[in-house]
């Protein structure tokens, strides 16, 4: 989604963009994915990706594995899953 380099190793993940900006994943044992807006199961973190279209930035998102949430509560800004069911929004300014 970020175009950023990504790195895989068996307990960690790092995306990271050319101009140094880096987002590190650490592998959870027994993982079991949030659920929001509930904090039944808190999230762990959350990112707010802002883009110039929402709706291609939507339909990018769909395309590469995301899913919108039912419960959308703002009108700029969109929240989504990722595969893993973590949540972040699309977002314009």
Known sequence: MLDWKVDVSS????????????ISFQQVAGYRPPVWPTQELPQQMHLDVIVDDLDAAEAAV?????????????TSFRVFLDPAGHPFCLCVN
Request: proline share 8%; hydrophobic share 30%; glycine share 12%.
């Open 62 to 74: 769909l395309d590469l594995g995301a899913t919108k949430h039912p419960h959308q509560p703002g």
């Open 11 to 22: 307990d960690w993940a790092e995306v990271r963009a050319e101009y140094g900006q880096c």
